[in-house]
């Protein structure tokens, strides 16, 4: 698979790359597209030309898969997208953190909180002393404290209480067993 990002920039840089990609690159007063980043990877600029804009690096809140067809009829699946470089006009605030809040389109503004659940609150203790008890009984050992409550659960359990045998149905005026009007009407029939 390829490696993809989604590049999205100001409208009137969009126009010059527009510009720039449809003319011969020799002819344009655009002549040149660059992005480098900073060493936290994170933060860059985007340069067009002789003008620079700042650019960070962010992660989408889902997965966005790309696409590419040869003949117009069969798809044939490129690449997973999970980055976008957000390119602004100099002076628009930076983003905050490392993740886009939103999507690519309307419907996923705000995704992070409206689509996905939020992350449990979890008591770090425990979760150490459940990863100490796994790699014990990975290691062949056993669980500490789970060998000490399953010893102490067989100790107040009672035996269940034994089932008598199943006594026959009673029968009605001495005769056979009790039957139902379903059985009459199947001999009537024979």
Do not use: W
Request: include cysteine; charge should be negative.
């Amino acid at each position: 698979m390829e490696e993809q990002f989604i590049l999205r920039v100001p409208p009137s840089i969009a126009e010059r790359i527009e510009r720039l990609l449809n003319e011969n690159p020799s002819t344009s007063e655009d002549g040149c597209l660059d992005l480098s980043f900073t060493d936290d990877g994170r933060t860059g600029t985007f340069a067009i030309g002789n003008e620079t804009f700042p650019a960070s690096l962010l992660d989408l809140p889902g997965v966005v898969e790309s696409y590419k067809t040869y003949d117009d009829t069969v798809l044939i699946k490129t690449a997973d997208i999970g980055q976008i470089i957000m390119v602004r006009e100099e002076g628009e605030p930076s983003p905050e953190g490392i993740e886009y809040r939103h999507g690519l389109t309307p419907p996923m503004r705000d995704a992070r909180r409206r689509r996905f659940r939020r992350e449990p609150d979890v008591n770090p203790e425990l979760v150490q002393r459940v990863e100490k008890d796994l790699l014990n009984i990975m290691s062949g050992g056993t669980g500490s404290q789970a060998d000490d409550a399953n010893v102490e659960r067989r100790k107040t359990a009672q035996v269940p209480a034994v089932k008598p045998d199943v006594v026959p149905t009673e029968t009605v005026g001495g005769g056979g067993p009790e039957r139902s009007d379903s059985d009459d009407s199947m001999e009537n029939e024979n």
